[in-house]
């Protein structure tokens, strides 16, 4: 393994073993409450359908809005500023700081002033700057980063934080449950918030009709710090201006419960300052607050720092959507396993830190950990405001890709990789963007490939120069691939026979079943479960040549080989569109790309055809039963089956099918809930990530090898679930073709 | 009570229970001795704009910074409650109905039946004037509460425990 990639793998290895537990049992618990959530939520959908098209309008106009907040905030008696960069921001904070005289500046937590690094840049200037977000102030004390947007001391226990208070403040009587670590916070936070001279708050939103800062908090310090001092400052970047208050309503209802799960969070505060409320001045102890005649002062600081670059690109601008409620973090099954110090970049973690690091900081920021997506689209239906995360990640790898040095590369490579990719592109990305020519070239020289890729110095050559992890078994090619096996029965003709056999009525369907990489030259079996399957249920089958989706090479960044292959595979199905025929697709990840990605390849009339006309394999048997084709035709073993659903096919909506199918044919079915078996195609067997794959594959095998489940048959629908629930098990796994294939014997 | 409001009276009243948060109903001339039985003293409070009742004298209707840090009570009017959500709308006032709502370790918030409504939809159409005219709110939603310690605390810099009460309407004769 080269040395990055293995510097890679000890930090992970290292996350794993100190702080995976912790970060596991909190976001897991997030994103069940989030699921528990928002399904008692009505409307649940219109509602994010209702936040993104406000977020979608205040974008587009964010310059017109800037100028009206800047009115309404300076009319209210505030001041605003808008600064270009970080340093612009902290300078600005800075001087107020120091008209204000301040010795202590209080603030409570926000993302963006993590972003400005303003703490720094005010204790330079000798302002004791003091975090009263209880999880914040734990990081303070421990000098650390935060690993979570909503939870930044995620990654510590409640054990790990008495150790901390207990050795940096000796407190009279050590402490140690998390009731006496919050009083002893809450005093010790409480005496700073009295004495500081300017409070720093950030912004969830703010309204550009009326100049109200909108605080989503749970603890309380956040309106604290904005109404004890006389000086409020509050940083926010330009991205969280709303139009209007009325605005702010979709937002109040999604935004606790996508990030912990709580209908609502205990405040939300609706600020419009300078506010009313008097002072709370301990200086002056004994003065009513009704005597008072304050003269408060308020300063909204502004950042662009990017955004209104970001706001010009077409990709980036979506993450300007971004409410920064973690959802995306929190139901990202590597996220789970690691937390926000591997899966994140300078301040931004999770999903979405992709196009926040890329935009803010610049791409080497993002390039640290936008690998750790996975592209298994299990966060695009969790977000509030439906970014395309995954999107998002894989257009920020191009770029990557593309930054590399042109033509270090060597001819002969170039030649085996047939993709439209500049040279520079990182050789393992372009060995797994290249999957088909590698199968291709496998299959015709197996079995001789299969042997070879067992060699011991075989799999270290591999491990060394494209960094394919040896302990990860490689698939195994099949000589006669799935198409030659349906040419050598027949072909079509033959199908169309055999599919008349049973039902002479029904024998007029036809479909294409599309033959992705993986069931044309490794899991040939499912392939041919299927055709035995459709044609037993009357439907008769062709097995065009169709090349590779694009998957692969759009999981490796590489999105201008995929775009090519979005064309050549709409070539090759066009005709069969044209005459009506459905297409069949057993690999989920395959179907989804030609359902979610291809919008973003072909024209549109073309994209909404193949997706009207494409299904996975098992809701087009579903559509069959339900129009009553018999099941008795079809395998009906009656096994105790315990079933996993492919990421991209829950993502799609699609899990229930598989499911319904089998209980249909007389299984028994219990299902998986974690978000993803932790392979998501190329990603296990990459050297750097093996270990974070076994992890997060885990949560899967513990609920496959309870009591409940140890000895029921394993069905996944997804290629890659498939072998990590072979390399996590002890018993095989099927495909659900294969159990309902009635070709297959008893298991 | 109409058949409208009473349902929205006891959604509301579910909805706190859900939340932990004590709710007692009360006509206005019972105000005060359903105030002395809530309250824990030292009790400091901001003006009631409501005419069927006002605070009595034992709750300090004047503050101090001094006096709203020993304060064990907070007592303040909520503009209106979201039954929804069990949330009661806390506008800021200068008589410093913010601060009195958060410092004491109990707050009790003082709201009537007929300005309970639905949704959040509705609190927030409702805000929005408000706020165009410059004043702020908070939406309060229960006790305030952390879990960053380990586990999950009430009463992190606010308070742990709320207590809300529910002016009725007044007498409303069987013909209405």
């Not at chain 1, 803010?360 to 996975?374: I, K, P, R, W």
């Not at chain 1, 067992?454 to 040896?470: H, K, Q």
């Not at chain 1, 199905?573 to 057993?586: K, M, Q, S, T």
């Not at chain 2, 932990?20 to 019972?30: C, E, F, I, K």
Request: aromatic content about 6%.
């Amino acid at each position: 393994m080269s040395e990055a990639r293995e510097e890679k793998a000890a930090y992970i290895r290292h996350l794993l073993e100190t702080e995976g537990d912790a970060v596991a049992e909190n976001t897991q618990g997030f994103n069940q409450g989030r699921y528990e959530s928002v399904a008692e939520l009505e409307e649940y959908e219109a509602l994010k359908d209702e936040a993104r098209a406000i977020k979608e309008d205040a974008i587009e106009r964010l310059p017109e809005l800037i100028d009206e907040l800047t009115e309404t905030v300076e009319a209210n008696g505030g001041t605003v500023y808008l600064a270009d960069d970080a340093a612009d921001a902290n300078r600005y904070i800075r001087e107020v700081a120091a008209e204000k005289e301040a010795d202590c500046l209080v603030k409570s937590k926000s993302m963006t002033s993590e972003e400005l690094e303003v703490n720094e840049a005010l204790e330079a200037d000798g302002v004791e700057v003091i975090e009263t977000d209880l999880g914040e102030w734990v990081l303070q004390v421990a000098e650390e980063a935060p690993s979570h947007l909503i939870a930044p001391a995620i990654h510590k226990s409640r054990e790990e934080i008495a150790r901390l208070f207990n050795a940096q403040f000796d407190p009279d009587e050590p402490l140690e449950t998390a009731e006496e670590l919050t009083t002893f916070a809450r005093e010790w936070l409480g005496e700073h918030i009295r004495d500081a001279d300017v409070g720093m708050t950030g912004a969830n939103f703010i309204t550009a009709d009326s100049g109200t800062i909108v605080l989503v908090t749970s603890e309380g310090n956040a309106r604290k710090t904005a109404v004890v001092p006389d000086t409020h400052v509050a940083v926010a970047g330009v991205e969280k201006i709303v139009p209007s208050v009325e605005d702010v309503a979709p937002f109040v209802e999604l935004i606790g419960r996508s990030g912990t799960g709580q209908d609502i969070t205990s405040y939300v505060s609706f600020l419009t300052p300078p506010v009313e409320s008097p002072v709370v001045d301990f200086d002056d102890p004994d003065v009513p607050f009704d005597e008072r005649d304050d003269d408060r002062e308020f300063h909204l600081v502004l950042i662009d720092n990017g955004r209104l670059a970001m706001r010009e690109d077409e990709h980036l601008r979506e993450t300007l959507y971004c409410i920064r409620c973690s959802a995306c973090a929190n139901s990202c099954a590597n996220f789970q396993s690691v937390g926000g110090h591997a899966f994140g970049g300078e301040t931004y973690t999770g999903g979405i830190a992709t196009g926040w690091e890329a935009g803010v900081y610049g791409y080497d920021s993002a390039a640290e950990f936008n690998d750790l997506c996975t592209g298994c689209s299990r966060c695009v239906n969790q977000c509030p405001v439906k970014i395309d995360i995954p999107w998002i990640n894989t257009v920020v790898r191009d770029r990557l890709n593309r930054e590399g040095d042109d033509g270090q590369f060597e001819f002969v490579y170039d030649e085996l990789v047939p993709d439209e990719e500049p040279g520079g592109v990182d050789v393992q990305k372009r060995l797994f963007g290249n999957v088909e020519t590698l199968a291709k070239l496998g299959s015709a020289t197996a079995p001789l490939s299969n042997w070879l890729a067992t060699l011991g110095p075989v799999r270290r050559g591999l491990e060394r120069a494209v960094g394919v992890d040896a302990r990860r078994p490689l698939p195994s090619f099949e000589r006669e691939t799935l198409r030659d096996w349906f040419e050598r029965r027949g072909g079509h003709a033959a199908s169309k026979e055999r599919a008349a056999e049973p039902r002479a009525e029904r024998g007029d369907r036809e479909v294409v079943l599309y033959p992705d990489v993986y069931t044309n030259y490794v899991d040939v079996a499912r392939g041919k479960a299927a055709v035995r399957v459709l044609e037993a249920l009357g439907v008769h089958v062709r097995i065009p040549a169709v090349p590779e989706s694009g998957r692969a090479p759009l999981s490796q960044g590489m999105v201008a080989t995929a775009d090519e292959r979005a064309s050549d595979v709409y070539a090759a199905l066009a005709e069969h569109l044209d005459a009506g025929r459905d297409v069949v697709v057993i690999e989920p990840s395959d179907l989804a790309i030609f359902h979610r990605e291809y919008e973003r390849f072909l024209p549109e009339a073309s994209c909404e055809r193949l997706r009207k006309n494409s299904y996975e394999a098992l809701e087009y048997i579903y559509g069959l039963l339900e129009n009553g084709a018999d099941p008795d035709a079809l395998r009906t073993g009656g096994e105790e089956i315990a079933y996993h659903s492919h990421c991209q096919q829950r993502t799609l909506g699609l899990a229930p099918y598989t499911r319904s199918v089998l209980e249909y044919c007389g299984y028994d079915v219990v299902e998986s809930d974690v978000e993803c078996c932790g392979m998501a195609g190329s990603f296990g067997y990459k050297s750097e990530y093996y270990e974070l794959s076994m992890d997060v594959g885990e949560r899967l095998a513990d609920q496959f090898t309870a009591p409940e489940t140890k000895d029921r048959l394993v069905v996944a629908t997804g290629t890659s679930c498939g072998d990590q629930l072979d390399d996590l098990l002890r018993r095989d796994s099927r495909h659900p073709l294969e159990v309902l294939d009635p070709a297959t014997p008893t298991y | 009570m109409s058949v409208e409001t009473g349902a929205i009276v006891e959604r509301f009243e579910t909805s706190l229970a859900e939340l932990d948060v004590a709710v007692t109903r009360t006509r206005p001339t019972a105000f005060e001795s359903t105030l002395e039985e809530v309250v824990r003293e030292p009790a400091v409070g901001t003006p009631l704009p409501f005419a069927s009742v006002s605070l009595p004298a034992w709750v300090d209707a004047r503050p101090t910074p001094a006096t709203l840090e020993s304060a064990a009570t907070g007592v303040t009017a909520a503009s209106f409650g979201i039954a929804d959500y069990g949330s009661v709308v806390l506008p800021s006032t200068p008589e410093g109905a913010e601060q009195v709502s958060l410092f004491p370790e109990l707050h009790v918030p003082v709201l009537r039946e007929r300005d309970l409504i639905a949704d959040m939809p509705t609190a927030i159409d409702r805000l929005g004037p408000r706020l165009r005219d410059g004043e702020s709110a908070i939406v309060a939603t229960g006790p305030s509460a952390t879990a960053d310690m380990g586990a999950l605390v009430r009463g992190a810099h606010g308070p742990e425990a709320v207590h809300v009460i529910l002016l009725e309407d007044g007498e409303v004769s069987d013909g209405e």
